[in-house]
């Protein structure tokens, strides 16, 4: 176990449908990401929060919309999504994004499939 | 653009052999570089982190190095085994909040 819990860990949801992942670190850190990862794709980084301050928005389509409403806690909100935006879902956390050494503990991830 | 490349073959080595996988960036100049396990479902798992004024960094079995004149870190596992087969990934980090990750090398070291 890393320190970080993602739930649900495997979603599938409709193009019309509303859902939330969610993250939660028990490392005491104060920054939190938000990756995307296709298949045989880097990860690509969608949002930084540093002391619960967005600090990068990765050109994400508004249709993820994070919310970080502490240092603890980080999710993502999901409204129509597109088959291609399946993918897995990765949430990070690290002393501070800015620091450095930012090494990042990652959850487990969320699989998502959106049908 | 920034640019990180990684072999995106599998390697594929003897146990008991050592591994070595090639990460190359361009158009970067990280302030330090990571190395990362992954395995399949799960998240990436931090290995090793060297610095742009290190040449080498050794942790057990593993090996990193840094060429900041040649854009380049090799990671190597010694007396490789079969559960260090996995996705590798290497990622970099400038100023600032981001950091970049390559697609990764997958390993399998068989028995």
């Known amino acids: 176990e890393t320190g970080v819990t993602q739930t649900p860990r495997h979603l599938v949801m409709g193009m019309t449908n509303k859902k939330s992942l969610k993250c939660e670190q028990h490392?005491?850190?104060?920054?939190m990401y938000w990756y995307k990862q296709s298949a045989k794709k880097p990860l690509e980084l969608m949002f930084v929060?540093?002391?619960?301050?967005?600090?990068e928005n990765n050109s994400v389509p508004s249709r993820f919309s994070p919310e970080c409403p502490n240092s603890s806690h980080l999710f993502l909100h999901l409204h129509t999504l597109q088959p291609e935006d399946s993918a897995l879902y990765l949430c990070?956390?690290?002393?501070?994004?800015?620091?450095?050494?930012?090494?990042?503990?990652f959850g487990p991830g969320t699989r998502l499939t959106v049908l | 653009s920034q640019k990180i490349e990684q072999n995106s073959e599998a390697l594929n080595i003897q146990e008991g052999k050592t591994a070595t996988l090639t990460c190359n960036y361009t158009?970067?100049?990280?302030?330090?570089l990571q190395w990362y396990r992954q395995d399949p479902g799960r998240g990436p798992v931090f290995l090793l982190l060297?610095?742009?004024?290190?040449k080498e960094k050794r942790k057990e079995r593993l090996k990193v190095t840094f060429d900041t004149t040649l854009k380049q870190s090799l990671f190597h596992i010694t007396a490789s085994q079969p559960a260090d087969s996995a996705t590798y990934l290497c990622?970099?980090?400038?100023?600032?909040?981001?950091?970049?990750f390559g697609a990764g090398t997958r390993l399998f070291v068989k028995a």
């Open positions: 929060y540093n002391f619960k301050e967005q600090t």
């Open positions: 990622a970099l980090k400038g100023g600032g909040f981001k950091t970049i």
């Open positions: 490392l005491g850190h104060n920054a």
């Open positions: 990070a956390s690290s002393q501070e994004a800015s620091g450095s050494t930012d090494t990042q503990y």
């Open positions: 060297i610095r742009e004024n290190e």
């Open positions: 158009n970067y100049s990280p302030a330090y």
